[in-house]
């Protein structure tokens, strides 16, 4: 089943349940495939791919973190609350996030493949990780931990 389909789903449930907060999430989620579909027809493809999908909820729920970090600051615990639960509900539709091991596992593999040694190399090992891991960890973490193990 598809993204498009399954969060079609989750629209009906939610408002079945009269969740109002998973129903304003799914549907936002579902206003961002139709704009991303929407761009990418030019081009002659008619629906998204799955690494598409990934992409598209990777990138909405890193604008949840931003905003979350941003309430936190100001203060605003009510809203950051509000985009917490938002950011829980665009999560299960993401692939299951890896772990800190598992991540860094993968980063010395990947450094070993690329023989990077230095800071420097960083580009290096950058490319292939995230080409790797994306949707599955956080870009952030995964350059903190690459710029940690090549600054050794």
Same mark, same amino acid.
């Given at each position: 089943?598809?993204?498009?389909? @399954? ?10 349940? @009269? /969740?109002?907060? #998973?129903? $304003? &999430? ?8 139709? *704009? ?12 998204? &791919?799955?690494?598409? *999908? ?5 990138? +909405?729920?890193?604008? #949840? ?13 009510? +809203? ?5 639960? $938002?950011?829980?509900?665009? *999560? *299960? ?10 991540? $860094? ?11 990077? &040694? ?22 952030? %973490?995964?350059? /903190? ?6 600054? %050794?």
């Amino acid at each position: 089943m598809s993204l498009n389909d @399954r969060v079609s789903e989750a629209i009906k449930s939610a408002m079945k349940a @009269r /969740d109002k907060i #998973r129903l $304003e &999430t799914v549907r936002s989620i579902k206003k961002a495939i139709l *704009e991303k579909e929407s761009s990418v027809r030019p081009s002659g493809q008619e629906n998204l &791919t799955e690494a598409q *999908e990934i992409e598209l909820l990777v990138q +909405l729920a890193k604008q #949840r973190r931003d905003s979350i970090a941003q309430y936190q600051q100001a203060n605003r615990d009510d +809203l950051a609350a509000q985009e917490a639960q $938002e950011l829980a509900i665009l *999560e *299960e539709y993401l692939p299951q996030q890896l772990s800190d091991e598992e991540i $860094e596992r993968a980063i010395d593999q990947i450094i070993a493949q690329v023989g990077a &040694t230095a800071a420097k190399d960083m580009g290096k090992v950058m490319g292939p990780a995230m080409q790797q891991l994306k949707g599955k960890a956080d870009g952030k %973490k995964v350059q /903190d931990l690459v710029k940690a193990k090549l600054s %050794k």
